[in-house]
Protein backbone atom coordinates (compact mmCIF):
# COMPACT_ATOMS: atom_id res chain seq x y z
CA UNK A 1 0.00 0.00 0.00
CA UNK A 2 1.45 3.22 -0.95
CA UNK A 3 1.32 6.44 0.75
CA UNK A 4 0.92 9.26 -1.46
CA UNK A 5 -0.14 13.19 -1.02
CA UNK A 6 -0.62 15.96 -2.49
CA UNK A 7 -0.36 18.96 -0.99
CA UNK A 8 -1.83 22.81 -2.49
CA UNK A 9 0.21 25.44 -0.94
CA UNK A 10 -1.73 29.10 -1.94
CA UNK A 11 -2.50 28.06 -5.55
CA UNK A 12 -3.51 31.31 -7.91
CA UNK A 13 -4.28 31.11 -11.08
CA UNK A 14 -4.73 34.12 -13.92
CA UNK A 15 -5.91 32.87 -17.08
CA UNK A 16 -4.50 36.52 -19.05
CA UNK A 17 -5.91 39.29 -16.69
CA UNK A 18 -9.02 37.09 -15.15
CA UNK A 19 -8.93 35.43 -11.81
CA UNK A 20 -9.69 31.45 -11.94
CA UNK A 21 -8.89 31.22 -8.35
CA UNK A 22 -7.14 32.50 -5.49
CA UNK A 23 -5.48 30.46 -2.26
CA UNK A 24 -6.21 27.41 -2.46
CA UNK A 25 -4.83 25.79 0.02
CA UNK A 26 -5.50 21.88 0.55
CA UNK A 27 -4.09 18.12 1.36
CA UNK A 28 -5.06 14.89 -0.42
CA UNK A 29 -3.64 11.52 0.93
CA UNK A 30 -4.16 8.01 -0.45
CA UNK A 31 -6.98 6.02 0.50
CA UNK A 32 -9.84 8.98 -0.17
CA UNK A 33 -11.65 10.22 -3.11
CA UNK A 34 -11.71 13.80 -2.89
CA UNK A 35 -13.98 16.05 -5.23
CA UNK A 36 -13.54 19.27 -6.87
CA UNK A 37 -16.84 21.29 -8.08
CA UNK A 38 -18.06 24.42 -9.32
CA UNK A 39 -20.51 25.86 -12.12
CA UNK A 40 -18.84 25.69 -15.38
CA UNK A 41 -16.07 27.90 -15.96
CA UNK A 42 -14.82 27.94 -12.25
CA UNK A 43 -11.78 26.03 -12.57
CA UNK A 44 -12.42 22.73 -12.37
CA UNK A 45 -10.40 21.41 -15.33
CA UNK A 46 -7.75 23.93 -14.57
CA UNK A 47 -6.90 23.03 -10.90
CA UNK A 48 -6.43 19.41 -11.84
CA UNK A 49 -4.20 20.56 -15.20
CA UNK A 50 -2.44 21.91 -11.85
CA UNK A 51 -2.09 19.06 -10.24
CA UNK A 52 -1.33 16.94 -12.92
CA UNK A 53 1.60 19.21 -13.46
CA UNK A 54 0.61 19.77 -16.93
CA UNK A 55 0.07 23.93 -16.65
CA UNK A 56 1.78 26.14 -14.03
CA UNK A 57 -0.20 27.91 -11.21
CA UNK A 58 0.54 31.69 -11.49
CA UNK A 59 1.58 31.33 -7.64
CA UNK A 60 1.82 28.38 -5.28
CA UNK A 61 2.93 25.55 -5.44
CA UNK A 62 2.33 21.90 -5.38
CA UNK A 63 4.03 19.36 -3.70
CA UNK A 64 4.01 15.36 -4.25
CA UNK A 65 4.97 12.97 -2.18
CA UNK A 66 5.19 9.28 -2.53
CA UNK A 67 6.25 7.38 0.62
CA UNK A 68 7.08 10.73 1.88
CA UNK A 69 9.62 11.31 -0.59
CA UNK A 70 8.85 14.60 -2.86
CA UNK A 71 8.51 13.19 -6.16
CA UNK A 72 10.38 14.77 -8.99
CA UNK A 73 8.52 16.75 -11.48
CA UNK A 74 10.55 14.83 -14.42
CA UNK A 75 9.21 12.14 -12.92
CA UNK A 76 5.53 13.05 -12.20
CA UNK A 77 3.92 11.66 -14.62
CA UNK A 78 4.29 7.81 -14.37
CA UNK A 79 2.44 8.15 -10.98
CA UNK A 80 -0.15 10.23 -12.55
CA UNK A 81 -3.40 8.29 -13.73
CA UNK A 82 -5.31 10.78 -15.67
CA UNK A 83 -8.69 10.85 -17.33
CA UNK A 84 -10.49 13.73 -19.35
CA UNK A 85 -12.57 15.24 -22.27
CA UNK A 86 -9.49 16.82 -23.23
CA UNK A 87 -7.26 13.93 -23.57
CA UNK A 88 -7.22 12.22 -26.71
CA UNK A 89 -5.91 9.01 -27.67
CA UNK A 90 -4.43 8.10 -31.03
CA UNK A 91 -6.95 7.37 -33.23
CA UNK A 92 -4.65 5.48 -36.17
CA UNK A 93 -4.24 2.48 -33.84
CA UNK A 94 -6.27 -0.02 -31.93
CA UNK A 95 -6.78 0.15 -28.09
CA UNK A 96 -4.14 -2.68 -27.72
CA UNK A 97 -1.42 -0.80 -29.64
CA UNK A 98 -2.44 2.29 -27.85
CA UNK A 99 -2.12 1.04 -24.42
CA UNK A 100 1.28 -0.80 -25.55
CA UNK A 101 2.57 2.15 -26.81
CA UNK A 102 2.19 4.02 -23.86
CA UNK A 103 3.57 1.15 -21.67
CA UNK A 104 6.90 1.42 -24.07
CA UNK A 105 6.77 5.18 -23.99
CA UNK A 106 6.59 5.11 -20.08
CA UNK A 107 9.72 3.13 -19.94
CA UNK A 108 7.12 -0.15 -18.24
CA UNK A 109 6.99 -3.31 -19.45
CA UNK A 110 3.70 -3.84 -20.84
CA UNK A 111 1.07 -5.78 -18.81
CA UNK A 112 -0.81 -7.48 -20.74
CA UNK A 113 -2.85 -9.54 -18.28
CA UNK A 114 -4.16 -6.05 -16.51
CA UNK A 115 -4.72 -4.66 -19.88
CA UNK A 116 -7.09 -7.55 -20.61
CA UNK A 117 -8.37 -7.04 -17.54
CA UNK A 118 -9.34 -3.61 -17.68
CA UNK A 119 -10.46 -4.22 -21.51
CA UNK A 120 -12.80 -6.96 -19.96
CA UNK A 121 -13.53 -4.83 -16.88
CA UNK A 122 -14.78 -2.39 -19.29
CA UNK A 123 -16.40 -4.28 -21.98
CA UNK A 124 -13.90 -3.57 -24.57
CA UNK A 125 -12.19 -6.91 -24.97
CA UNK A 126 -14.19 -7.96 -27.86
CA UNK A 127 -12.89 -4.51 -29.72
CA UNK A 128 -9.35 -4.04 -28.49
CA UNK A 129 -8.12 -5.12 -31.90
CA UNK A 130 -10.48 -2.24 -33.88
CA UNK A 131 -8.76 1.25 -34.51
CA UNK A 132 -10.07 3.66 -31.69
CA UNK A 133 -11.03 5.76 -35.01
CA UNK A 134 -13.99 3.62 -35.02
CA UNK A 135 -14.78 3.47 -31.68
CA UNK A 136 -18.13 5.49 -30.18
CA UNK A 137 -17.51 8.61 -27.81
CA UNK A 138 -18.59 6.41 -24.69
CA UNK A 139 -16.18 3.50 -25.91
CA UNK A 140 -13.17 5.62 -25.77
CA UNK A 141 -13.65 7.25 -22.64
CA UNK A 142 -13.94 3.88 -21.41
CA UNK A 143 -10.57 3.06 -23.50
CA UNK A 144 -9.41 6.58 -21.30
CA UNK A 145 -9.58 4.92 -18.05
CA UNK A 146 -7.52 1.75 -19.10
CA UNK A 147 -4.99 4.28 -20.02
CA UNK A 148 -5.40 5.89 -17.08
CA UNK A 149 -5.35 2.80 -14.45
CA UNK A 150 -3.12 0.33 -16.86
CA UNK A 151 0.41 1.87 -15.30
CA UNK A 152 -1.19 1.19 -11.49
CA UNK A 153 -0.09 4.75 -10.56
CA UNK A 154 -0.89 6.32 -6.98
CA UNK A 155 -2.85 9.03 -8.49
CA UNK A 156 -5.66 9.07 -10.36
CA UNK A 157 -7.74 12.30 -11.74
CA UNK A 158 -10.53 12.45 -13.08
CA UNK A 159 -12.05 14.97 -14.77
CA UNK A 160 -15.68 14.39 -15.81
CA UNK A 161 -15.34 11.16 -15.50
CA UNK A 162 -18.88 9.82 -16.58
CA UNK A 163 -19.38 12.13 -19.46
CA UNK A 164 -20.56 10.20 -22.63
CA UNK A 165 -21.05 7.26 -20.54
CA UNK A 166 -24.36 4.88 -20.06
CA UNK A 167 -25.70 3.89 -17.25
CA UNK A 168 -24.15 0.12 -16.52
CA UNK A 169 -21.02 2.01 -17.96
CA UNK A 170 -21.22 4.40 -15.35
CA UNK A 171 -21.90 1.91 -12.49
CA UNK A 172 -18.49 0.04 -13.91
CA UNK A 173 -16.75 3.44 -13.07
CA UNK A 174 -17.66 4.44 -9.62
CA UNK A 175 -16.79 -0.18 -9.40
CA UNK A 176 -13.36 0.82 -10.28
CA UNK A 177 -13.22 4.37 -8.49
CA UNK A 178 -14.25 2.90 -5.19
CA UNK A 179 -11.59 0.02 -5.63
CA UNK A 180 -9.22 2.31 -6.34
CA UNK A 181 -9.23 4.33 -3.67
CA UNK A 182 -8.63 1.25 -1.44
CA UNK A 183 -5.32 2.01 -2.29
CA UNK A 184 -4.62 5.15 -3.82
CA UNK A 185 -5.42 8.65 -3.96
CA UNK A 186 -8.28 9.68 -6.16
CA UNK A 187 -9.16 13.19 -7.26
CA UNK A 188 -12.88 13.70 -9.57
CA UNK A 189 -13.38 16.97 -11.14
CA UNK A 190 -17.35 16.71 -12.15
CA UNK A 191 -20.40 18.47 -11.52
CA UNK A 192 -22.80 15.62 -11.52
CA UNK A 193 -24.12 14.52 -8.02
CA UNK A 194 -23.66 10.83 -8.62
CA UNK A 195 -19.82 11.62 -8.85
CA UNK A 196 -19.36 14.04 -6.15
CA UNK A 197 -21.30 11.66 -4.13
CA UNK A 198 -18.55 8.63 -4.14
CA UNK A 199 -16.21 11.80 -2.30
CA UNK A 200 -15.12 12.55 1.16
CA UNK A 201 -14.06 15.78 0.86
CA UNK A 202 -15.17 18.44 -1.49
CA UNK A 203 -13.33 21.90 -3.20
CA UNK A 204 -16.12 23.89 -3.48
CA UNK A 205 -14.26 26.55 -5.97
CA UNK A 206 -16.58 29.11 -5.98
CA UNK A 207 -15.23 29.96 -2.57
CA UNK A 208 -11.74 30.60 -3.75
CA UNK A 209 -12.52 33.37 -6.05
CA UNK A 210 -12.24 37.17 -5.16
CA UNK A 211 -13.61 40.70 -6.53
CA UNK A 212 -11.03 42.34 -8.46
CA UNK B 1 15.01 3.43 -24.87
CA UNK B 2 11.88 5.31 -24.07
CA UNK B 3 12.80 7.77 -26.72
CA UNK B 4 12.95 4.83 -29.49
CA UNK B 5 9.56 3.66 -27.84
CA UNK B 6 7.67 7.06 -28.77
CA UNK B 7 10.20 7.12 -32.17
CA UNK B 8 8.62 3.63 -33.01
CA UNK B 9 5.10 4.94 -32.09
CA UNK B 10 5.28 7.75 -34.44
CA UNK B 11 7.20 5.76 -37.33
CA UNK B 12 3.95 3.47 -37.18
CA UNK B 13 1.79 6.46 -36.78
CA UNK B 14 3.21 8.18 -40.19
CA UNK B 15 2.93 4.86 -42.11
CA UNK B 16 -0.79 4.64 -41.54
CA UNK B 17 -1.59 7.94 -41.82
CA UNK B 18 1.14 9.38 -44.08
CA UNK B 19 0.74 12.70 -42.80
CA UNK B 20 4.48 14.02 -43.47
CA UNK B 21 6.01 11.90 -45.96
CA UNK B 22 3.21 12.34 -48.42
CA UNK B 23 3.63 16.34 -47.74
CA UNK B 24 7.26 15.74 -48.67
CA UNK B 25 6.98 13.25 -51.37
CA UNK B 26 4.45 15.67 -53.15
CA UNK B 27 6.55 18.64 -52.68
CA UNK B 28 9.84 17.11 -53.90
CA UNK B 29 8.38 16.21 -57.07
CA UNK B 30 6.66 19.84 -58.32
CA UNK B 31 9.70 21.76 -56.95
CA UNK B 32 12.38 19.45 -58.97
CA UNK B 33 9.43 19.49 -62.27
CA UNK B 34 9.59 23.36 -61.50
CA UNK B 35 13.01 23.31 -61.23
CA UNK B 36 13.37 20.98 -64.56
CA UNK B 37 10.71 23.05 -66.46
CA UNK B 38 11.93 26.77 -66.03
CA UNK B 39 15.51 25.65 -66.80
CA UNK B 40 14.36 23.89 -70.20
CA UNK B 41 17.42 22.95 -72.47
CA UNK B 42 19.75 25.82 -71.12
CA UNK B 43 23.04 24.25 -69.45
CA UNK B 44 23.83 25.62 -65.73
CA UNK B 45 26.54 25.48 -63.76
CA UNK B 46 27.96 23.05 -61.44
CA UNK B 47 27.91 25.95 -58.79
CA UNK B 48 24.32 26.88 -59.31
CA UNK B 49 23.10 22.95 -59.09
CA UNK B 50 24.55 22.77 -56.05
CA UNK B 51 22.95 25.61 -54.71
CA UNK B 52 19.56 24.34 -56.23
CA UNK B 53 20.20 21.12 -54.36
CA UNK B 54 20.25 22.90 -50.61
CA UNK B 55 17.13 25.36 -51.46
CA UNK B 56 15.09 22.49 -52.64
CA UNK B 57 16.10 20.70 -49.51
CA UNK B 58 15.58 23.73 -46.98
CA UNK B 59 12.44 24.16 -48.62
CA UNK B 60 11.51 20.35 -48.27
CA UNK B 61 12.44 20.92 -44.66
CA UNK B 62 9.84 23.80 -44.15
CA UNK B 63 7.36 21.63 -45.23
CA UNK B 64 7.31 18.44 -43.79
CA UNK B 65 9.36 18.58 -40.42
CA UNK B 66 7.41 20.62 -38.53
CA UNK B 67 4.75 17.49 -38.38
CA UNK B 68 6.70 16.08 -35.85
CA UNK B 69 4.77 18.10 -33.51
CA UNK B 70 2.18 19.82 -35.20
CA UNK B 71 0.08 16.81 -36.28
CA UNK B 72 0.21 16.24 -32.42
CA UNK B 73 -1.65 19.62 -31.35
CA UNK B 74 -3.35 19.17 -34.19
CA UNK B 75 -4.82 15.60 -33.16
CA UNK B 76 -5.03 16.71 -29.52
CA UNK B 77 -3.05 14.07 -28.38
CA UNK B 78 0.40 16.95 -26.79
CA UNK B 79 -1.51 16.21 -23.16
CA UNK B 80 -1.38 12.05 -23.95
CA UNK B 81 2.13 12.87 -24.39
CA UNK B 82 2.87 14.92 -21.47
CA UNK B 83 0.82 12.56 -19.30
CA UNK B 84 3.05 9.68 -20.70
CA UNK B 85 6.91 10.78 -20.97
CA UNK B 86 9.14 13.17 -19.63
CA UNK B 87 10.28 16.76 -21.65
CA UNK B 88 13.85 14.83 -22.68
CA UNK B 89 12.11 11.57 -23.75
CA UNK B 90 9.66 13.38 -26.17
CA UNK B 91 12.35 15.60 -28.01
CA UNK B 92 14.94 12.48 -28.48
CA UNK B 93 11.46 10.78 -29.77
CA UNK B 94 10.68 13.28 -31.95
CA UNK B 95 14.27 14.40 -32.65
CA UNK B 96 14.94 10.46 -33.49
CA UNK B 97 11.64 10.63 -36.21
CA UNK B 98 13.03 13.85 -37.96
CA UNK B 99 16.28 12.73 -38.49
CA UNK B 100 15.10 9.22 -40.27
CA UNK B 101 12.90 12.02 -42.27
CA UNK B 102 15.78 13.86 -43.25
CA UNK B 103 17.81 11.85 -44.26
CA UNK B 104 15.17 9.71 -46.40
CA UNK B 105 14.04 13.21 -47.67
CA UNK B 106 17.76 14.50 -48.39
CA UNK B 107 18.51 10.86 -49.98
CA UNK B 108 16.31 10.79 -52.66
CA UNK B 109 16.47 14.85 -53.15
CA UNK B 110 20.02 14.13 -54.24
CA UNK B 111 19.36 11.39 -56.04
CA UNK B 112 17.34 12.85 -58.18
CA UNK B 113 19.58 15.50 -58.75
CA UNK B 114 22.52 13.35 -59.68
CA UNK B 115 20.48 11.36 -62.68
CA UNK B 116 18.12 14.94 -63.87
CA UNK B 117 21.10 17.68 -64.01
CA UNK B 118 23.62 16.73 -65.39
CA UNK B 119 25.96 19.51 -64.09
CA UNK B 120 25.38 17.82 -60.72
CA UNK B 121 28.72 16.39 -60.46
CA UNK B 122 30.86 15.84 -57.31
CA UNK B 123 34.16 15.73 -57.54
CA UNK B 124 34.69 14.59 -54.03
CA UNK B 125 32.33 12.41 -52.70
CA UNK B 126 33.66 11.66 -49.05
CA UNK B 127 33.64 15.65 -48.54
CA UNK B 128 30.18 15.46 -49.43
CA UNK B 129 29.16 12.55 -47.90
CA UNK B 130 30.89 14.41 -44.32
CA UNK B 131 28.88 17.98 -45.35
CA UNK B 132 25.44 15.34 -46.46
CA UNK B 133 26.00 14.11 -43.01
CA UNK B 134 26.12 16.72 -40.27
CA UNK B 135 24.04 18.81 -42.65
CA UNK B 136 20.88 16.82 -42.37
CA UNK B 137 21.71 16.52 -38.75
CA UNK B 138 21.64 20.12 -38.13
CA UNK B 139 18.76 20.32 -39.87
CA UNK B 140 16.72 18.08 -38.22
CA UNK B 141 17.51 19.31 -35.00
CA UNK B 142 16.63 22.76 -35.80
CA UNK B 143 13.59 21.70 -37.74
CA UNK B 144 12.45 19.43 -34.44
CA UNK B 145 12.58 23.05 -32.02
CA UNK B 146 11.32 25.12 -34.23
CA UNK B 147 8.63 22.61 -34.69
CA UNK B 148 8.13 22.50 -31.20
CA UNK B 149 7.95 26.12 -30.68
CA UNK B 150 5.14 26.62 -33.64
CA UNK B 151 3.10 23.97 -32.69
CA UNK B 152 1.63 26.16 -29.89
CA UNK B 153 1.28 29.22 -32.18
CA UNK B 154 -2.25 29.93 -34.02
CA UNK B 155 -0.48 30.83 -37.28
CA UNK B 156 1.96 27.60 -37.68
CA UNK B 157 2.43 28.31 -41.22
CA UNK B 158 3.56 31.85 -41.74
CA UNK B 159 5.95 31.44 -38.49
CA UNK B 160 7.82 28.02 -39.37
CA UNK B 161 9.42 30.06 -42.40
CA UNK B 162 9.97 32.80 -40.49
CA UNK B 163 11.63 31.45 -37.65
CA UNK B 164 13.68 28.84 -39.64
CA UNK B 165 15.22 30.64 -42.14
CA UNK B 166 17.82 32.57 -39.60
CA UNK B 167 18.24 29.39 -37.72
CA UNK B 168 18.49 27.66 -40.81
CA UNK B 169 20.84 30.04 -42.41
CA UNK B 170 24.13 29.65 -41.01
CA UNK B 171 24.22 25.93 -41.96
CA UNK B 172 22.89 26.40 -45.36
CA UNK B 173 25.54 28.87 -46.52
CA UNK B 174 28.32 26.63 -44.86
CA UNK B 175 26.77 23.12 -46.99
CA UNK B 176 26.68 25.26 -49.68
CA UNK B 177 30.50 26.46 -49.70
CA UNK B 178 30.96 22.74 -48.60
CA UNK B 179 28.99 21.52 -51.65
CA UNK B 180 31.03 23.87 -53.88
CA UNK B 181 34.28 22.30 -52.65
CA UNK B 182 33.22 19.26 -53.10
CA UNK B 183 32.36 19.84 -56.67
CA UNK B 184 36.01 21.37 -57.06
CA UNK B 185 37.32 18.23 -55.41
CA UNK B 186 38.83 19.75 -52.38
CA UNK B 187 39.95 17.34 -50.17
CA UNK B 188 38.60 17.18 -46.79
CA UNK B 189 41.34 18.68 -44.70
CA UNK B 190 41.43 21.64 -46.85
CA UNK B 191 37.91 22.06 -45.98
CA UNK B 192 38.94 21.72 -42.23
CA UNK B 193 37.09 24.93 -41.12
CA UNK B 194 33.47 24.54 -42.60
CA UNK B 195 33.35 21.12 -41.22
CA UNK B 196 34.29 22.31 -38.05
CA UNK B 197 31.36 25.55 -38.30
CA UNK B 198 29.29 22.95 -39.09
CA UNK B 199 29.89 20.25 -36.45
CA UNK B 200 29.66 23.76 -33.69
CA UNK B 201 26.68 23.95 -35.31
CA UNK B 202 24.69 20.95 -34.66
CA UNK B 203 26.77 20.60 -31.05
CA UNK B 204 24.90 24.35 -30.18
CA UNK B 205 21.75 23.28 -31.68
CA UNK B 206 21.42 20.15 -29.95
CA UNK B 207 22.65 21.70 -26.46
CA UNK B 208 20.53 24.71 -26.72
CA UNK B 209 17.56 22.62 -27.95
CA UNK B 210 17.51 20.20 -24.96
CA UNK B 211 17.82 23.33 -22.34
CA UNK B 212 15.19 25.10 -24.04
CA UNK B 213 12.96 22.38 -24.62
CA UNK B 214 11.71 22.21 -21.14
CA UNK B 215 10.33 25.57 -21.23
CA UNK B 216 8.26 25.55 -24.42
CA UNK B 217 6.62 22.41 -23.75
CA UNK B 218 5.32 23.99 -20.86
CA UNK B 219 2.37 25.24 -21.35
Known amino acids: MTNYTVELSNIVKYLGRRLIFDGINFSFSSQ ?59 DEFT ?20 SDFLLNELKLIDRKNDLVRGYSSGMKQRLKFIFALLHQPPLIILDEPTSNLDNPGKEKVYELIKKEAENNLVIIASNEDSDIALCGQVIELEKFKRAI | ?100 LVFLMNFVITFLFSILFNSFIIKNITLFAVAFLFGN ?50 SVSSSFVEIAVLVC ?19
Open chain 1, 32 to 90: HIYGISGPNGSGKSTLVKIIANLISPTRGKVIHKNNLKKVESVKLHNHIGFVSPYLFLY
Open chain 2, 137 to 186: IGIAISSTIIAAIISKASSKGTLYPVLSFPILLPLILTLLELTKFAMDGN
Open chain 2, 201 to 219: YDVIMLTASYLLFDFIWEE
Open chain 1, 95 to 114: AEENLLHFSNIRGISFNKER
Open chain 2, 1 to 100: MKAYSLFKKDWQSELRTRYAINALAMFILVTISVIMFSIGSEKISEYLTGGLLWVVIFFSAMSGLSRAFVSEEERGTTMTLHLIAAPSTIFSGKLIFNLL
